[in-house]
C-alpha cells in the first residue's frame, strides 16, 4: 500500500480504502479505514500522492506526544559491557501527503493501530508517550503491514552490571522510518546505567527500501541528529 | 519671499538649547522608521517560524526582536533631542528616584513582571486560575498579563498581582487526575462493575495507561454502593475526557445490567398483636 501513486488512484488494503481523481483540476480525495471517513477537494495539474507510515504521535490529536513508548511482554536482562541485535513491532500511522517539485502537504493521517498513551516519569516532570506493547524477536517478524513496523533494536550495554530493560522510549522527532511493503526503523540503544539510556536512530537507508516523508521536514523543521535520554527508568 | 528659506529658517530655529524643529523633526521619523521596521520584522519573525516553535517561544521571539529594534531606534535618536547618553545614565539616577516614587505600581509590576518571565509558573497558553479570575493566559507583558476566561471574557491583570496571588496551573504537569463517583444498587455486582468500567476505558487512547485508573468501593451509603474512580489523562485534554467518560459509564453499566439507582428508603410497617 505504501508508495506514489498519480492524482487518479484507487488504493484497498485490508479495512483501507483511499481513492484521489475527478476531471481537470478538481479532484476528491477520499479515505475510508475501519468505520472512519473523510473527504477533501484537491485543486492539482502536477505532483503525486504519497501513501507512507510517518511517527506514531499524531493521532488522535497532534501534540498530546512527542515520544514513543514500547514497553517489552518480558523484560530484557544484558551482561555488561556486551552488544547485542533483536526486533521489536512498533506501531504505525498513515500519512498522506500531496508532493510537487516546491512543497509537501499533509492532507491526512489515520491509523489502524491501538491507540494509547502512557506517562514516562512523574506527573511532575514526565512525559506523555504513545504506547506499545512488544515482544522480543531475534529475526526480522511477520507484521500486520497495515498496523505495525518493524524495529531494529542494536543495544550495548556500557554499565558495569548487569540491566534489566522493561521498556524504550523513542523521540518522535529523531524517527526515521524507512518502507517497502512494510514499516522499518533502525535504533541504537546504550546502557548508560541501570536506570538510565540513551535511544537513537540510524538514518541511512537500507537496500531496497524508501525513505518515509517526515512530517517535521515537510513542516519545514530541519533535522540535526540527537538522542534521547531515559532518565526515568528503563 | 523665498519659500525654501523660510522653511529652513522655521526649521532651524531652535527650540530649546541646541535642539532645532529639524532635530524634532528626525527624533520623531528615526523613533517612527524603528517603529515601522520593528512591526514589519516581527511579522515576518512570526511567518517564518510559526510552524517551527512553540507558541510561547515565538511570543518571547516576537517581542525580544521587537524591543531590540526599538530601543536601538531610540539610541540612534536621542541626540538628536540633546541628551548625551553618558548624561541619561547620570541624569537617570536622579531621575530614576523621583520617577521611581511618583511610579511605585508601574516600576512594582514591572519588577513582578520579569519576575514572573524568570520563574515562569505560566506560560502563554496555558490553563490557569489567579486569585478569582480562571482562564487561558493569551499574553505575558512587562507590566501586565491578559487572560481570556473560560467564558471568553478579556482580563489584564496588572504583575504585581498575578505575582502576588495564587497560581494554580493546569497545564504545568504533563499529565492531570480527575475522578467520579458512581453509585450501583446494593444488588448489583460491583466486582463486575468495576470490570466493565476497566474496559471500557482501556478502549480510551487518552485515558492512561499509566497512573492505571483506580476504580474501588469508597462507601456503602444509604442508597448505593459508591465506587470512585480515577483517571489520569494529559494535562492537555483532561477536561475533554471528563466531559466524555462519565456519561459512557453510565451508559456500558447498565448495557451490562448493573442499575445505579435513585435515592430510596426502605420503610418497614409494623403490626401491633392481638
Known amino acids: 500500500m505504501f508508495g506514489k501513486y498519480d492524482l487518479n488512484e484507487e488504493i484497498r488494503e485490508e479495512d483501507i480504502e483511499i481513492k484521489i481523481g475527478g476531471r481537470g483540476k478538481i479532484k476528491r480525495y477520499y479515505r475510508k479505514a475501519g468505520n472512519e471517513e473523510i473527504e477533501k477537494i484537491v485543486s492539482a495539474e502536477s505532483g503525486n500522492l504519497y501513501v507512507v507510515p510517518v511517527e506514531p504521535v499524531n493521532l488522535p490529536k497532534l501534540g498530546v506526544a512527542e515520544h514513543l513508548m514500547i514497553e517489552l511482554e518480558k523484560p530484557y536482562i544484558i551482561e555488561p559491557y556486551i552488544e547485542d541485535t533483536f526486533y521489536l513491532k512498533f506501531p504505525i500511522e498513515i500519512g498522506v501527503f500531496l508532493v510537487d517539485k516546491r ?28 504506547w506499545w506493547k512488544s515482544n522480543i524477536y531475534n529475526d526480522k517478524p511477520e507484521v500486520n503491514k497495515t498496523q505495525e513496523g518493524i524495529i531494529r533494536i542494536d543495544i550495548k550495554n556500557s554499565y558495569r552490571e548487569w540491566v534489566e530493560v522493561k521498556k524504550l522510549v523513542f523521540r518522535a522527532f529523531d524517527m526515521k522510518i524507512f518502507y517497502n511493503d512494510y514499516a522499518y526503523m533502525h535504533a541504537y540503544i546504550n546502557l548508560l546505567k541501570k536506570t538510565m539510556a540513551e ?14 516523508i517526515d512530517i ?16 526515568w527508568g528503563l | ?85 553618558s548624561g541619561l545614565l547620570v ?73 502576588t496571588s495564587n497560581i494554580y496551573n493546569y497545564n504545568a504537569h504533563a499529565a492531570r487526575r480527575f475522578e467520579y463517583k458512581v453509585g450501583i444498587a446494593y444488588k448489583s455486582d460491583a466486582d463486575k462493575a468495576i470490570k466493565i468500567i476497566e474496559e471500557l ?28 474512580i480515577r483517571i489520569w489523562a494529559p494535562s492537555s ?9 462519565l456519561w459512557k459509564i453510565k451508559v456500558a453499566l447498565e448495557k451490562a445490567g448493573i442499575e445505579i439507582p435513585f435515592p430510596q428508603i426502605v420503610v418497614w410497617k409494623g403490626e401491633e398483636k392481638g
Not at chain 1, 509537501?104 to 506523555?128: H, N, W
Not at chain 2, 517603529?35 to 517564518?48: F, G, H, P, Q, Y
Not at chain 2, 478502549?203 to 448505593?224: G, R
Open chain 1, 199 to 212: 535511544t537513537a536512530f540510524n538514518s541511512r537507508k537500507p537496500k531496497n527500501m524508501n525513505a518515509s
Open chain 2, 237 to 245: 485534554e483532561w477536561y475533554g475526557v471528563k466531559t466524555e467518560m
Open chain 2, 1 to 85: 519671499m523665498n519659500i525654501t528659506a523660510e522653511i529652513s529658517k522655521v526649521l532651524n530655529h531652535e527650540i530649546m538649547k541646541g535642539v532645532t524643529l529639524l532635530d524634532i523633526f528626525i527624533f520623531i521619523v528615526i523613533i517612527a522608521v524603528a517603529v515601522i521596521i520593528a512591526k514589519i520584522v516581527r511579522l515576518n519573525v512570526r511567518r517564518a517560524l510559526k510552524e517551527k516553535v512553540p507558541k510561547t517561544t515565538l511570543a518571547t521571539i516576537e517581542k525580544l526582536v521587537y524591543y531590540t529594534i526599538i530601543v536601538i531606534g531610540f539610541i540612534v535618536a536621542i541626540p538628536y533631542i540633546g541628551f548625551s547618553l
Open chain 2, 201 to 228: 476505558f482501556e478502549q480510551h487512547p487518552l485515558i492512561l495507561k499509566e497512573p492505571k485508573p483506580q476504580i474501588f468501593v469508597e462507601e456503602l451509603a444509604d442508597s448505593s454502593v459508591v465506587l470512585i
Open chain 1, 103 to 130: 512543497d509537501v502537504e499533509r492532507i491526512d493521517i489515520f491509523t489502524m493501530a491501538k491507540q494509547k498513551y502512557i506517562l514516562y516519569g512523574s506527573p511532575e516532570q514526565g512525559i506523555i508517550c504513545r
Open chain 2, 91 to 163: 541624569a537617570g539616577g536622579i531621575a530614576g528616584i523621583v520617577i521611581g516614587l511618583a511610579t511605585q505600581t508601574v516600576i512594582s509590576n514591572l519588577i513582578s513582571g520579569l519576575f514572573l518571565l524568570a520563574e515562569k509558573p505560566i506560560k502563554i497558553g496555558d490553563g490557569v486560575s489567579i486569585g478569582d479570575v480562571g482562564g487561558v493566559v493569551k499574553d505575558i507583558r512587562v507590566l501586565s498579563t491578559t487572560i481570556r476566561t473560560w467564558d471568553g471574557i478579556y482580563v489584564r491583570l496588572p504583575n504585581e498581582k498575578v505575582f
Open chain 1, 216 to 231: 517535521y521536514e515537510a513542516k519545514g523543521i530541519k533535522k540535526f541528529e540527537k538522542k534521547f535520554v531515559m532518565e
